[in-house]
């Protein structure tokens, strides 16, 4: 059985919400393409993507607003920063599969 089955009931909003939760941790992806080591890629989108984890049980509407309003405001200022580099989309590194995951 489903864990969200014998959890609190999601309205709605919940799941709007959770679209927009989807669409800022995409900006943030496509945000972070001009890095040129995928490394400090990999470490920025950790870094970006805890501050979306840490949302994925939540149920409290507005505490899900404030955690959305303060990631896209991180995200713009980011955006900026990493437009100092110089560098465009073509000439970022390329990121494949999740860090710290990889066997070979």
């Not at 939760?21 to 989108?45: C, F, G, M, N, Q």
């Not at 955690?67 to 713009?76: A, E, G, H, T, V």
């Not at 390329?94 to 710290?100: A, D, T």
Request: hydrophobic share 35%; aromatic share 4%; charged share 30%.
């Amino acid at each position: 059985m489903s864990a969200l089955r014998n959890g609190p009931r999601l309205s709605l909003q919940h799941f709007i919400l959770q679209a927009e939760i989807i669409k800022a941790y995409r900006a943030a992806v496509r945000a972070t393409r001009p890095l040129p080591d995928s490394a400090t890629r990999r470490e920025t989108l950790d870094w970006l993507r805890g501050d979306i984890e840490r949302l994925r049980y939540e149920t409290d509407l507005e505490r899900l607003r404030t955690n959305i309003s303060s990631f896209n405001r991180n995200l713009k200022i980011l955006i900026p920063g990493l437009g100092l580099t110089g560098l465009t989309p073509e000439h970022g590194a390329k990121l494949i599969g999740r860090g710290g995951r990889r066997t070979v």
